[in-house]
Structures are given as structure tokens and as C-alpha cells.
């Protein structure tokens, strides 16, 4: 420290020794990354230790290396199914991409009518359970199906022409099918986004220039959404490679690693070999992941201060081809929603098609009936509520507090990694992690402090906010971040808590994102069985997993009646949740509306 003296000579002094001052409201925010930090230890990562370890042990327990690994990609019938998975998750996301892509650029850049309708079209395959849909194609596209029989000879009788397809459906086109419905909300969601922003001063510079709407398309339009298109790339991947529900109808003899994980551990108890399928179905997602998370971070903003909103101008053909083409679509998800509330209500298929209800009595058939869908409805109620309460402040500390920047930096990757875990890693690693009374590490045997959540509501609900905590926690994150850092400082210089102006600024407008968090998680955790197959208990059977032992026993209509109330589930959440946010939008964001 120095200091000048009257004669210009400078003088040094002793440097004081200052120390931050550590206030009640530091350390409380210290105490809330904490616990948000242990959560996601205890949920994402520490679970993964003792799956690893079995991976490399024998049944025994006793180390063994990579001699699990060399048995089953040495094993014909195994390695197949990773070659496989790769080949549907790659075909799958090639035709998800593509489809949504022409169908957000429609949606974003033409001036077609009817928007609403087709955007709700595209967005309905959320709230249909993965399972619903390989069932609507079976009763689409199975043997007895109305396509492959022609509508029952209907054609053929009244016009002379068959008009009966056979697509043979059960085995890798029937998957692939599948799985494409089940992930095109998911890319057009990230493809709208990425579409809506864009710089009307390119497309006029590229109008000046006389290029052609090819030439604009390649330099202009797909440079603009290369980052959009990267993430729906992943996402896509990602659901194809890992999804349980779709395979495990429609599959046949065409194996993948989820139903292998599944036969594995159900069908023949083998633990070891379970833990080994589910390593190799965790690593190319969390390539896929990290390959993402390199390209975001060299995303620019595409939108600038000085950008011009593009507003699509009529164009009679364009709009006419752009209506055909969401129309096919549109028309595709409505037939196979469609046909999965029909096949409920016919009384038996395909001999008599009256309509009636009694496959909504599920009093004969097995699976659990209205009490797992009871359940169902508490552990989605359970999930939306203390997930909304865990992301929300994780993602509140991570991104507005400033106190120990290492463990921020850890706890935010946490938050990203997990949706790299595919849901069938989750349980079994649940299974191993929590079930044990006790966990021997380096020959001491230490009791499990978590062995009372096993086999409880409480770990259902904590494998469902795990698996679905990074899109939420990154809807907390945006929302968070549109509000101004001005507001925690100038409340900090006037000596207001942080958590008062948490509760009267910072809430109120974030309840919006809060209420889609909210929904987000119920609609996710009604319809998911691969985070919750491998963890329900007798006495907490879910809907999600009775449709599977309908199907398993060949109660295929009443499967088919319980993917009809899931779905009625949440829609109906989903309408409560545009009723909400409108209403909130009113009183807490009234500026913002016109």
C-alpha cells in the first residue's frame, strides 16, 4: 500500500489485512448450494459408483476387469444389439431432424393458416406414453391391423382394390417408427426456436445480391439454425438409443440394449450383466452429450441489438406446399393417437368393433388397475411439486449467488450431466445404490443411510426429477437470467435480504417458468417407464408399468385403455397450465403484454 508524501516522495505502508466480512445471508446461501449439491450427488452421481463396480466384478462380488465387457460384445447375440440401437438411434434421428425441420420452417417462415392447430399437433406426442404409441401402431400396422388388412377387406369389397399394406412391423421398422413420433416434438421444439431467430437484413441482403432461395438456404438459413439443429441432433439420439417403451412391443426378435438391460435383469436376474448393457448404453450418450456441449459453447448470438425480426412474407405456392406438408403430419400423429382411443373402446379386436367400456375395468386383468393409476397420478403430483421446489432454488443459487465459485461450477454440471443418464441406468444404479442395508468399501461395512427411501414414493419421485432435472433446471436458468442483476444489487446496497427480494421480485416473475417446470415434470413423469421399471414396489404400482405387464399378458386393449387415461391425465394438465400462466401473465406481468 502506498501513499504520497508532501514532498512528492512515496511512502509505503503495511498492507492491511482484510477479510470478507461472512454474513447470516452468506452463509445461508452457502447452506442451499449444499443441500442442492448433495442432492444431485446422492441422485446423479454417487449411484453410478456401484454400478460401475459391478460392471467389472463377478456374481460373487469379486473383481474381474473388463472380462464382463469382452463376454458380451464376444457374445453374437449381445453385440448385436448395440449395433442395433446404433443403427435405430441414427435412422431415427436422421428422419425426426428432417421432419421437424420442414415443419418448424413452416410453422416459423411461411405465412400458412391454422399455426395453433398444427404446433398443438406436433406437441400432442408428449403426452402420449411411448408404449401408447407402439400400440397404436400395432393396431395400425400389426398383423390384424387396419392398414395391413386393409381396413378389415373394407377396400377391397366396396372398390375392388385391396389397398392392404404389410410394413412388417414388428422388428427394426416398426421401432424406427416409433421412435420417430416419440422424438419429433422433441426437435421441433428445439427447431421453432432456433428458426424464430432470425436477421431479416440477411434475407434482404441475399435478395439484393439475386441469389437464389436455394443459394439463401444453404448460406443464410441453415448457418443460422446449425446449433439448433446440433441439439436436436443429440436429443434425438439420445431418446432413439435409450427409450425402453417402443422396443418392448413392436421390437420382435430385433434386439436393443434397453430391452436387453430389461430381459437381463427381470427375465434372468443377472445383475452383473445388466450393470455391464447399461455402461455401454451410457457411453455413447455421454458422447453425444459432450459433443453438444462443445457446440453450444461456440454458439454466437444470432440476434443482435441492431437485428431486424424476420416476418415471413405470403407466398401462395410456398404456403400451399408448407399447409400440404404440416397437414400429412399433422394427420399421421392424429391417426395413431387416434386409433389408441379407438382400440380402448372397441369391445374385440378385430371381430367385434362395437364400442364399449369395459376395458376400463381393469378389475380382470393384472398390472394394478385404477390404484396404479392413482399412484401415478400422487408420484407425478409428488415430482411436479418437490422438483418445481429443488430446481428452481438450485438454479436461483447457481445463477444469481456469487459465494464459492468451485462447488457453483460443480453443482451446475451435475445439473447438465444427468440428462445424459439414460432412465434404465438410473433404476438399476438406484437399485444398487440404495436397496444394500449396508455398502462394504475397502472391507468395512458401513451402514446405508439411504436404505429407508428403497422400495417407498420417495425414490420413484427421486429417479423421476433426476431424470428430467436438466431441461428443467435450464428452463430455471433462462427465466433467471432475463431478470437484471440491478434488482439483487440495489437491494443488497439498500440491506435488503436476498430472500425478500427473492420472494416480492425474483418469483413473481419467474412464476411462469415456474408453472412450466411444474408441468413439465408431471406430464415426464406420468408418462416414463424406464426411470420407474425396475424401482416400483408391489404395494406402488404405477400406470406406465401396468400397460407393460397388460401388453406382456395380452391384455392389449386394456393396455391401450390406461395409455387413454394417461394421456386424458395430461392434457388436462396442460390446460390447466395455459390457464395459469395466462392469469399469471396478467397479474405479475402486466408491462409485458400489449
Known amino acids: 500500500m ?66 464382463n465387457y469382452v463376454r458380451y460384445f464376444t457374445s ?31 410453422i416459423t417462415r411461411t405465412c400458412m393458416p391454422a399455426k395453433g392447430f398444427f404446433r398443438a399437433m406436433a406437441l400432442l406426442p408428449l403426452f402420449v406414453p ?113 427409450d425402453f417403451g417402443v422396443p418392448k412391443v413392436v421390437g420382435g426378435n430385433f434386439n436393443v440394449l434397453a430391452t436387453d438391460i430389461y430381459k437381463q435383469v427381470i427375465g434372468q436376474q443377472n445383475f452383473v450383466m445388466g450393470a455391464t448393457i447399461s455402461i455401454v448404453l451410457l457411453v455413447p450418450t455421454v458422447i453425444a452429450f459432450v459433443i453438444d456441449r462443445i457446440a453450444q459453447r461456440r454458439q454466437v448470438a444470432v440476434l443482435t441489438s441492431r437485428s431486424v425480426p424476420l416476418r415471413p412474407r405470403p407466398h401462395r405456392v410456398i404456403d400451399t406446399l408448407a399447409l400440404a406438408y404440416c397437414s400429412l403430419i399433422a394427420a399421421a400423429i392424429l391417426i395413431i393417437a387416434g386409433t389408441v382411443v379407438f382400440a380402448s373402446l372397441v369391445d374385440v379386436w378385430p371381430y367385434k368393433l362395437n364400442l364399449t367400456l369395459r376395458h376400463f375395468d381393469f378389475r380382470n386383468v393384472g398390472g394394478g388397475g ?30 444469481k449467488s456469487r459465494t464459492w465459485p468451485g462447488l457453483r461450477h460443480f453443482a451446475y454440471f451435475l445439473s447438465m450431466v444427468s440428462v445424459a443418464l439414460p432412465g434404465l441406468v438410473i433404476g438399476l444404479a438406484y437399485i444398487f445404490f440404495f436397496n444394500p442395508k449396508s455398502w462394504t468399501i475397502l472391507g468395512v461395512a458401513l451402514p446405508n443411510p439411504f436404505a429407508f427411501v428403497y422400495g417407498t414414493m420417495a425414490i420413484l419421485v427421486l429417479s423421476n426429477i433426476v431424470h428430467f432435472y436438466t431441461v428443467s433446471f435450464m428452463t430455471g436458468t433462462t427465466a433467471l437470467k432475463q431478470i437484471d442483476g440491478e434488482f439483487e444489487s440495489v437491494s443488497a446496497s439498500l440491506r435488503v435480504p436476498f430472500y425478500r427480494t427473492f420472494a416480492r421480485i425474483t418469483l413473481p416473475l419467474s412464476l411462469p417458468a415456474v408453472a412450466e417446470i411444474a408441468m ?64 399469471l401473465n396478467r397479474r405479475t406481468q402486466a408491462w409485458r403484454l400489449p
Open 76 to 106: 453374437p447375440g449381445l453385440a448385436s444389439s448395440f449395433v442395433n440401437s446404433m443403427t435405430v438411434a441414427t435412422l431415427t434421428t436422421l428422419l425426426a431432424v428432417g421432419l421437424a425441420f420442414g415443419y418448424a420452417w413452416s
Open 2 to 67: 502506498t501513499t504520497q508524501a508532501a514532498d512528492n516522495r512515496t511512502i509505503r505502508l503495511p498492507a492491511a489485512s482484510v477479510r470478507p466480512i461472512v454474513t447470516g445471508e452468506d452463509w445461508l446461501r452457502r447452506g442451499l448450494l449444499l443441500l442442492i449439491t448433495g442432492f444431485l450427488l446422492v441422485g446423479v452421481l454417487l449411484p453410478l459408483v456401484p454400478l460401475v463396480v459391478r460392471s467389472l466384478s463377478d456374481q460373487n462380488g469379486q473383481f474381474v476387469g473388463l472380462e
Open 130 to 242: 411411448p408404449l401408447a404409441i407402439a400400440i397404436g401402431l400395432v393396431y395400425l400396422f400389426g398383423n390384424k391391423g387396419l392398414v395391413t388388412t386393409g381396413f378389415f377387406g373394407f377396400f377391397e369389397q366396396t372398390l375392388g382394390v385391396p389397398l392392404a399394406f404389410n410394413i412388417n412391423l414388428y422388428g427394426m421398422n416398426g421401432i424406427i417408427l416409433g421412435e420417430l413420433l416419440y422424438c419429433f416434438p422433441q426437435a421441433f421444439l428445439i427447431l421453432t426456436v432456433a428458426a424464430a431467430l432470425a436477421d431479416a437484413r440477411l434475407y434482404e441482403a441475399s435478395i439484393a445480391l439475386n441469389a437464389s432461395a436455394l443459394r439463401t438456404f444453404w448460406t443464410v438459413t441453415l448457418p443460422g439454425m446449425r446449433y439448433g439443429l446440433i441439439s436436436a441432433i443429440f436429443v434425438c439420439f439420445t431418446l432413439a438409443f435409450t
Open 520 to 583: 413439465y415434470l408431471f406430464v415426464n413423469a406420468m408418462v416414463t417407464v424406464s426411470a420407474v421399471i425396475f424401482l416400483y414396489s408391489p404395494q406402488i404400482r404405477l400406470a406406465s408399468v401396468a400397460i407393460v405387464n397388460m401388453d406382456d399378458a395380452g391384455d392389449t386393449a386394456a393396455a391401450a385403455a390406461m395409455s387413454v387415461l394417461v394421456i386424458a391425465a395430461c392434457l388436462v394438465v396442460r390446460m390447466l397450465y395455459t390457464v395459469i400462466v395466462h392469469q
Open 370 to 399: 385404477w390404484g396404479a393409476y392413482i399412484n401415478s397420478l400422487w408420484m407425478s403430483f409428488y415430482t411436479a411439486l418437490f422438483g418445481v421446489i429443488i430446481v428452481f432454488i438450485g438454479a436461483y443459487i447457481i445463477e
